[in-house]
């Protein structure tokens, strides 16, 4: 299985920019393919998708939200940072089957 | 409009069978390139996609658990069934189904989730 890589927290001020990265265990891309998608989850809400293939803004994300990257690194960007970011943040790929998620990164105010 | 949303038994014990339905709308799952996929999580932790049927009737599972699971589809009245056979405590956690467009690959609308529970 493709094994993603996320660091656990990340504390960030309101106003700032926040940058969470995911490391593939192996590349996820495929051509100019990039199979590589974010999801935001707040405290008792299901998973929101953000950003699919890497870089392409899902419908109705605001446009502080970004990705970017190819083969094994990407990077989610949220600029700048506001209250109602404060949530947990999972990449997926879907390169290869199974399709995993990382274990995600908790972003929290300083 | 896409919604989604799941429904289970709550509870149930060890060694039984979970059975779980997703009923949504606003999408038909005959039309081309859908598919329909679930998604657990167990509390405080991270997600696990455990299986996508298509609008072919076409089925992928999580090598991890296949032998265990089985998904299945009603086109006619709109629902995507899950069962997890031999469940254990380990299976304790939170339920979801979620669109998505094959070729894609990733899950674009999501339900809110159900919550079960294995405990003797």
């Known amino acids: 299985d493709i094994v993603l890589t996320q660091s656990p927290a990340l504390a960030v001020s309101l106003g700032q920019r926040a940058t969470i990265s995911c490391r593939a265990s192996?590349?996820?891309?495929?051509?100019?393919?990039?199979?590589l998608h974010w999801y935001q989850q707040k405290p008792g809400q299901q998973p929101k998708l953000l950003i699919y293939?890497?870089?392409n803004l899902a419908s109705g994300i605001p446009a502080r939200f970004s990705g970017s990257g190819s083969g094994t690194d990407f990077t989610l960007t949220i600029n700048p940072v506001q209250a109602d970011d404060i949530a947990t943040y999972y990449c997926q790929q879907s390169r290869e089957s199974p399709g995993t998620f990382g274990a995600g990164t908790k972003l929290e105010l300083k | 409009q896409v919604t989604l949303k799941e429904s289970g038994p709550g509870i149930l014990q060890p060694s039984q069978t979970l059975s779980l339905t997703c009923s949504f709308s606003?999408?038909?799952?005959?039309?081309?390139?859908?598919?329909v996929g679930w998604i657990r999580q167990p509390s405080g932790k991270g997600l696990e996609w455990l299986a996508t049927i298509g609008w072919e009737n076409v089925k992928h599972y999580n090598p991890s658990l296949k032998s265990r699971l089985t998904i299945s589809k009603d086109t006619s009245n709109n629902e995507v069934f899950l069962k997890i056979t031999s469940v254990d405590t380990a299976d304790t956690g939170t339920y979801y189904c979620?669109?998505?467009?094959?070729?894609?690959?990733?899950?674009?609308?999501w339900g809110q989730g159900v919550m079960v529970t294995v405990s003797s």
């Open positions: 293939r890497a870089s």
């Open positions: 192996q590349s996820v891309s495929i051509s100019r393919y990039n199979l």
């Open positions: 606003g999408f038909l799952l005959s039309a081309s390139s859908v598919g």
């Open positions: 979620a669109h998505s467009v094959l070729a894609r690959g990733y899950f674009d609308y």
